[in-house]
C-alpha cells in the first residue's frame, strides 16, 4: 500500500497539460502515492450543473490532500448559454469550483512564494544609478486570507428588499436609495476577526521559522477601515508575539507601485482575499509570472496545491503542448514540503533552479514569444520538453542538493 493517496483534478484547459508533469517528477524522486482522478471544471458544469461535483468533494474530504490543475470560469450569462440544454432554465448557478472548496473545507490559509530563480530572463530588473542594470533577489512570501472578504460570494443582482431595507440604515446608503433594483449589484466585504488572526499568525510564524525580518499588512484601513482595519489590529496584535519580526503597513494601491521599485525590501506579505490576489500576481510578475506561480491551500484538515495560472484554453488543443509547467511542478514541491516530505521537495527544486539557470531549455513565455503553435518552431520548448530537462537533472540530485541552488522554504 501507497505512503500517501493524492486527489488529483486537471480540471480544463491546460491543467490536463502540465498536471500530468507534476507527477512525472513526483515518481522520479520517488515519492510514495496513489493518485486518484477526480473530476471538477467547466465540463461538470456543461454536463452536471455544478463544477464540484460531491463525488469530488468526497474524495477529498477522505484523503485529505489534492493537486489541482486549472479551471475556467465566465460570466454569468455565458456560463448559462453553455449548460447542456436539458438543465438550462433549471435554476442551476455557476460557482468557481477552486473558490467552493476553499470555503467547503475551510481552506482558508493560501499561501504563495514569490521568490527569484537566478538566471530567469524574465527576472524583474532596474537600472542603476550609473546607467546600468541590477537584478535585485525578489523572496517575497504571500499569505492569503483564503475564504472571506469579497470572494465570500455574498452578493446580489437586484438586491431583495430586505438587503435594500438593512443597506439604507448606512447613510453612505443614501445616495443609491433611488437606484432601481435591476441596476444595483452589491457584494459585501466580509472579515472576520478570527481567520483576521489565524492568517496573521500563519505568516509571522512563518517569518519566524524561515528567517524573514519583516511581515508587511497589505490592505486599505484609511478607505476600508471597518474591514481592512480589522485586519490590520490583528496583525499589531500577534506582532507582539514576535518582537525579532518588524511590521510593516502599506495601502494596497502603493504597495504595487513600490513592488517595482524596492522588491528586495519585503519578505512575507499578509493580506485579505482579493488583496493577496492581487499582490501575490503583482509579485509573481517580478520573478517570471504564472509560469512560476505556485501556491497552497490549506485548512486544518484537508490541502489542496495549484498554480495560480488559468485554464489558457487557446493553448489546450496544441499538440504538443507550449505551456510552461513549472508552476506546477512547484506547486507538487510545496506539497511535498507541507506532508514533511523536505528532502524531496529541496531535490525537484534545485532541479527546476539548475535548469533556470543553465538556460538551455526555455520555454516559450521565457523567451518572451508570442504563444501558439510557432513557438516551438522559433526554438521554444515544449511542456515536455522543459519537465524531460527537469527529469535530467534529477540524475544530478546528490551534486545539485550540495549546489543549494536556490534558498529553501522548509
Known amino acids: 500500500m501507497a505512503k500517501y493517496t493524492v486527489v488529483t483534478m486537471p480540471g480544463d484547459g491546460i491543467g490536463n497539460q502540465v498536471l500530468p508533469q507534476a507527477l512525472r517528477v513526483l515518481e522520479a524522486v520517488g515519492f510514495d502515492a496513489e493518485y486518484i482522478h477526480a473530476n471538477i471544471g467547466w465540463d461538470c458544469w456543461c454536463r452536471e450543473g455544478n463544477a464540484l461535483p460531491q463525488r469530488t468533494i468526497d474524495l477529498l474530504a477522505k484523503h485529505r490532500l489534492g493537486l489541482f490543475g486549472a479551471i475556467t470560469s465566465?460570466?454569468?450569462?455565458?456560463?448559462?448559454?453553455?449548460?447542456?440544454?436539458?438543465?438550462?432554465?433549471?435554476?442551476?448557478?455557476?460557482?468557481?469550483?477552486?473558490?467552493?472548496?476553499?470555503?467547503?473545507?475551510?481552506?482558508?490559509?493560501?499561501?504563495?512564494?514569490?521568490?527569484?530563480?537566478?538566471?530567469?530572463?524574465?527576472?524583474?530588473?532596474?537600472?542603476?544609478?550609473?546607467?546600468?542594470?541590477?537584478?535585485?533577489?525578489?523572496?517575497?512570501?504571500?499569505?492569503?486570507?483564503?475564504?472571506?472578504?469579497?470572494?465570500?460570494?455574498?452578493?446580489?443582482?437586484?438586491?431583495?428588499?430586505k438587503v435594500r431595507a438593512a443597506l439604507a440604515t448606512h447613510p453612505k446608503f443614501k445616495p443609491f436609495a433611488g437606484v432601481a433594483g435591476t441596476d444595483l449589484a452589491v457584494s459585501v466585504r466580509i472579515i472576520t476577526r478570527p481567520a483576521a488572526r489565524k492568517i496573521c499568525k500563519a505568516a509571522f510564524e512563518w517569518a519566524d521559522k524561515h528567517g524573514y525580518k519583516s511581515v508587511t499588512i497589505c490592505e486599505k484601513p484609511n478607505v476600508l477601515r471597518e474591514t481592512s482595519g480589522m485586519m490590520e489590529d490583528e496583525a499589531r496584535a500577534v506582532s507582539k508575539g514576535y518582537p525579532g519580526i518588524a511590521l510593516w503597513s502599506t495601502n494596497i494601491d502603493a504597495q504595487t507601485m513600490w513592488l517595482t521599485k524596492n522588491p528586495e525590501d519585503y519578505g512575507v506579505v499578509v493580506a485579505s482575499n482579493l488583496f493577496g490576489d492581487v499582490i501575490s500576481d503583482?509579485?509573481?510578475?517580478?520573478?517570471?509570472?504564472?509560469?512560476?506561480?505556485?501556491?497552497?491551500?490549506?485548512?486544518?484538515?484537508?490541502?489542496?496545491?495549484?498554480?495560480?495560472?488559468?485554464?489558457?484554453?487557446?493553448?489546450?488543443?496544441?499538440?504538443?503542448?507550449?505551456?510552461?509547467?513549472?508552476?506546477?511542478?512547484?506547486?507538487?514541491?510545496?506539497?511535498?514540503?507541507?506532508?514533511?516530505?523536505?528532502?524531496?521537495?529541496?531535490?525537484?527544486?534545485?532541479?527546476?533552479?539548475?535548469?533556470?539557470?543553465?538556460?538551455k531549455v526555455r520555454t516559450y513565455d521565457m523567451m518572451r514569444l508570442p504563444g501558439g503553435p510557432k513557438a516551438l518552431a522559433a526554438g521554444a520548448a515544449s511542456t515536455i520538453e522543459m519537465t524531460d530537462a527537469i527529469l535530467a537533472k534529477l540524475e544530478l540530485a546528490p551534486q545539485l542538493a550540495l549546489a543549494g541552488t536556490q534558498r529553501e522554504f522548509a
Open 282 to 359: 503583482a509579485f509573481a510578475g517580478l520573478i517570471g509570472g504564472l509560469g512560476f506561480a505556485a501556491s497552497a491551500n490549506i485548512g486544518d484538515e484537508v490541502a489542496v496545491f495549484e498554480p495560480t495560472h488559468g485554464s489558457a484554453p487557446k493553448y489546450a488543443e496544441l499538440d504538443p503542448p507550449i505551456v510552461n509547467p513549472i508552476a506546477m511542478l512547484l506547486s507538487a514541491v510545496m506539497m511535498l514540503e507541507h506532508i514533511g516530505e523536505i528532502e524531496k521537495g529541496r531535490l525537484i527544486r534545485n532541479a527546476i533552479a539548475a535548469v533556470v539557470k543553465e538556460g
Open 74 to 161: 465566465k460570466p454569468k450569462k455565458q456560463a448559462e448559454a453553455e449548460l447542456g440544454p436539458e438543465l438550462r432554465g433549471k435554476g442551476y448557478s455557476y460557482f468557481s469550483p477552486i473558490v467552493t472548496m476553499r470555503q467547503k473545507f475551510n481552506l482558508d490559509t493560501c499561501i504563495r512564494p514569490c521568490i527569484s530563480f537566478p538566471g530567469n530572463p524574465l527576472n524583474f530588473v532596474r537600472k542603476n544609478r550609473d546607467g546600468g542594470f541590477e537584478e535585485p533577489f525578489v523572496n517575497v512570501v504571500v499569505f492569503r486570507q483564503n475564504t472571506e472578504g469579497l470572494y465570500a460570494g455574498v452578493e446580489w443582482s437586484n438586491p431583495p428588499e
